[in-house]
């Protein structure tokens, strides 16, 4: 797909917690967001 979505919930964050995720494709491109819970 050349637009993934993706989607999950975390239990036990909290307003001002950090969260990253990094993957990498079958191709081999690779990424990393991190946000922070509001």
């Known amino acids: 797909s ?4 993706l989607g999950f919930k975390i239990k036990g ?3 001002g917690d950090k ?3 990094s993957w ?3 191709k081999g491109d ?3 967001d991190e946000t ?3």
């Open 36 to 38: 922070t819970v509001a």
């Open 19 to 21: 969260i990253s995720v």
């Open 2 to 5: 050349r637009n993934p979505v």
């Open 13 to 15: 964050a909290k307003a």
């Open 24 to 26: 990498k494709d079958n």
């Open 30 to 32: 690779s990424r990393s």
